[in-house]
């Protein structure tokens, strides 16, 4: 394992603990990434089968921008719908968690979840107020570039993140810790919603 792959493989191994211990990355579900180059595009994924909030920097795999295995051992089964997302948005880090707010709201509203009048907004980079900001659901497949397809169709660019019904939620950033603070507000605004219905 190069040194480069090593250290993406800590910072996504503190980040998964983090997730896991706020319950949103149960068992082995949910997966992260980090981009490592762009040309060609390379992320460094954690593996599949792995308890998220034991990993170690050893516990990820590189992959190219078809999601498939370049280094490592097996990359999470996502992996080429993180590498969708990268190429598409330019983020330098996407997370996957299954939260339950997530998956029940993108059930409640399929159509997409509509924000608005929240200071959280300010943490997506949008207004607190006077806005409606809609958080795009998909419905799941299994097929990595199906699921693609409709992510790319469904993608607001003022919402750095998307449900996917049934399944959980995809958030991005230009870095992990952005990735983080997104995840982190956009599951803020779910489980207010949640609450308030």
């Known amino acids: 394992m190069t040194a480069g792959l090593r250290e993406a493989g800590a910072v996504l191994a503190a980040e998964s603990a983090r997730f896991a211990s706020l319950g949103w990355m149960r068992g082995t579900s949910g997966n992260l990434?980090?981009?490592l180059s762009r040309d060609p595009l390379r992320l460094a994924v954690t593996g599949s089968g792995l308890d998220k909030g034991e990993l170690t920097a050893e516990d990820?795999?590189?992959?190219?921008?078809r999601g498939a295995a370049v280094q490592g051992g097996r990359p999470s089964a996502e992996a080429a719908l993180h590498a969708r997302v990268a190429a598409l948005t330019g983020a330098g880090a996407v997370v996957h968690v299954?939260?339950?707010?997530?998956?029940a709201m993108g059930r409640r509203e399929p159509g997409g979840i509509?924000?608005?009048?929240?200071?959280?907004?300010?943490?997506?980079?949008?207004?607190?107020?006077?806005?409606?900001v809609v958080l795009?659901?998909?419905?799941?497949?299994?097929?990595?570039?199906?699921?693609g397809d409709r992510l790319e169709a469904a993608r607001n660019p003022?919402?750095?993140?998307?449900v996917v019904a049934g399944h959980g939620l995809y958030a991005w950033g230009e870095d992990p810790v952005?990735?983080?603070?997104?995840?982190?507000?956009?599951?803020?605004?779910l489980e207010l919603e949640l609450a308030r219905r």
């Open 136 to 147: 795009p659901v998909i419905a799941n497949s299994q097929d990595m570039a199906e699921l």
């Open 178 to 189: 952005r990735a983080r603070h997104h995840t982190e507000v956009v599951e803020w605004l």
């Open 114 to 132: 509509v924000f608005r009048d929240l200071e959280m907004l300010k943490g997506v980079g949008q207004p607190a107020h006077d806005v409606e």
């Open 98 to 103: 299954h939260t339950v707010a997530s998956v």
């Open 60 to 65: 990820v795999v590189l992959v190219d921008g």
């Open 33 to 35: 990434s980090l981009v």
């Open 158 to 162: 003022r919402m750095p993140a998307v």
